[in-house]
């Protein structure tokens, strides 16, 4: 027997209604959820947490912490042997010296593959140790909004990761130079004492441009009347700078900075390595005082097209 349409009660309709509408909002609440992340910062560990993974970078230890519901887990030691493989649920910590991070095109459309490569050879190496193993963590279809997200967190680890490998490289050369004079005779200290006087500009220059690990093209230096540094910028063609002014120096890059114009100067906000979402201020440096309006310009363009590259750079491409 066939119905008649408008012998369905009404009620019925009704229900049948609302019940779409309430699962059509489950289903939109469910992929906001699944593409929800945050970021936090609590004593010395920063962490990144998304649906079914989250990172940790652990500042005191130097170490990383990668966890995932469902992820793929290959080390294998660095004087030989089979690699040991592991799928599925993933705890590991990695050195972070030597960590590299990947956020790449998945096989799936609108998916993202995030990779991390670590090994304990630097570490050991600065330690005096052998042994030790290489890793890889694997993340796979990660919706690439989460991945554009992360990529930025990337951005952070990395200029860290850079800062501790400069550090032990330095550590590295001093205690070479110090075994090579002591094997001479000619030395008994081995660290020396630190200038009790100022250094001179291009001196001050040259320790900077050692500890950022790059020398800046283009540069610009403003002095005092006594010949002091009052500001300086360094800036590498990838977007790594240098910034010192009102006594405060950073090594950093332009990833999220802010750029502007402030009464005959510049003021650049820039990310450390501890900045995060939740506590997103940044360290403003004040520079280019002094110098003639058109190269401030000029400057504040070559900032801003670095920062938008570096942007474009961080987002997956699919």
């Known amino acids: ?7 369905i009660p009404v009620g019925w309709l009704l229900g049948t209604a609302v ?17 929800k992340t945050h970021v936090t910062q ?24 990668v966890q995932a519901r469902h992820g793929y887990f290959s080390h294998q030691q660095l004087d030989g042997g089979d690699p040991q493989d592991q799928e599925g649920a993933v705890e590991a910590t990695l050195p972070a010296p030597g960590l590299r991070i990947e956020v790449k095109p998945g096989a799936a459309q609108g998916t993202c593959v995030v990779a991390f490569h670590a090994s304990d050879e630097i570490a050991f190496a600065a330690q005096g140790k052998t042994g030790g193993q290489r890793s890889e963590v694997r993340v796979d279809r990660v919706p690439a909004p989460v991945a554009t997200q ?15 490998e400069r550090r032990i490289a330095a550590q590295r050369q001093a205690e070479e130079e110090a075994l090579a004079l002591q094997t001479a005779g000619e030395a008994q200290v081995v660290v020396p004492e630190a200038p009790k006087e100022q250094l001179a500009p291009e001196q001050q220059v040259a320790q900077w441009r050692k ?17 002091g540094i009052l ?13 010192h002014s009102d006594g405060r120096t950073i090594h950093t890059t332009l990833a999220g900075a802010s750029i502007a114009s ?47 590259e570096m942007r474009a750079a961080a987002e997956p491409k699919l």
């Open 231 to 243: 500001w300086f910028v360094d800036l590498d063609p990838t977007g790594r700078i240098t910034l």
């Open 262 to 308: 402030l009464g005959g100067e510049l003021e650049v906000g820039v990310r450390d390595a501890y900045w995060c979402e939740e506590e997103p201020g940044l360290r403003r440096f004040r520079i280019l005082k002094g110098l003639p309006p058109d190269e401030r310009r000029a400057w504040k363009e070559r900032m801003e097209i670095l920062r938008d």
């Open 211 to 227: 500890a950022a690990g790059f020398s800046g093209v283009p540069s610009e230096i403003g002095l005092n009347e006594k010949g």
């Open 42 to 65: 609590e004593g010395g560990v920063l962490r990144f947490v998304a649906h079914g993974w989250s990172v940790e970078a652990h500042r005191g230890k130097e170490q990383l912490v």
């Open 150 to 164: 992360f990529a930025t967190f990337a951005g952070q680890l990395r200029v860290w990761v850079e800062k501790l």
């Open 19 to 35: 019940m779409v509408v309430l699962a059509w909002f489950g289903w939109v609440e469910y992929h906001a959820h699944l593409l």
């Open 1 to 7: 027997m066939i119905l008649n349409p408008f012998d």
